[in-house]
């Protein structure tokens, strides 16, 4: 079946402007999540989703990022006031159901470049 | 929180060689540690995992192993090939389901 898709692929981008990247999961997963990935690192967790509801949010890194999930399905993520430092692939992935020891499925990533 | 540290950041190997990667992670209570790949311009894929109550997963060409006395786990592929050259991250989770991941091994295969 179809994986967890992202869109855009690529998006450009001037510092200060807002910005949304949308996220759609593999069909019946319940458990979403954001991580970050920059240049040369690890996948840094941002938010984690269980049906409609934000589980974890911790991993957010200040108030200028916000993610929804209205109807336990597709989510997106926003980012206000966009800085040069947002520069990175946001990656979201999915799971059945959140239970520990679930395998996580990603998505190919938007690749955001703020100038 | 847990944190991660991964060895080599690179790792070049002739086809055919045996290749390991070392994790190491530092919250006792992890308990699930999988093991993904990143070809470029494309998200993680899972390759093969292993939970705390088991010290050794095999799958085909590509094993784990798990000491959880030592806080450390480590992949293992044999005979390896061109089509394994990617970036290799080993992650841990406490329970739930929020990952950890490690900086990454940049794998080169040589035919």
């Known amino acids: 079946g179809a994986g967890v898709s992202q869109t855009p692929s690529n998006k450009v981008t001037e510092k200060g402007k807002y910005v949304e990247l949308r996220c759609d999961p593999i069909s019946g997963h319940t458990a979403l999540y954001w991580y970050r990935q920059s240049l040369g690192q690890g996948p840094e967790f941002l938010i984690y989703?269980?049906?409609?509801?934000?589980?974890?949010d911790s991993g957010l890194p200040n108030d200028r990022f916000f993610a929804v999930r209205p109807e336990g399905s597709v989510s997106t993520l926003k980012i206000q006031r966009t800085e040069r430092g947002d520069s990175a692939v946001y990656l979201c992935a999915s799971s059945l159901t959140g239970g520990g020891g679930e395998t996580q499925y990603f998505g190919p990533g938007t690749r955001l470049l703020v100038l | 929180g847990e944190n991660v540290e991964q060895h080599p950041s690179t790792l070049s190997v002739q086809e055919g060689d045996s290749a390991v990667i070392k994790c190491t992670y530092s919250d006792s209570a992890s308990n699930y540690f999988p093991w993904y790949k990143q070809e470029l311009g494309k998200g993680p894929q899972l390759i093969i995992d292993i939970r705390s109550n088991v010290g050794e997963k095999k799958d085909q060409r590509i094993a784990v192993t798990l000491n959880k006395t030592a806080k450390h786990f480590s992949l293992h592929i044999t005979e390896t090939q061109p089509e394994d050259s990617a970036v290799y991250f080993c992650a841990a989770s406490m329970g739930y389901s929020t990952l950890t991941f490690g900086k990454g091994t940049m794998l080169l295969v040589s035919p």
């Open positions: 989703f269980q049906g409609t509801g934000a589980a974890d």
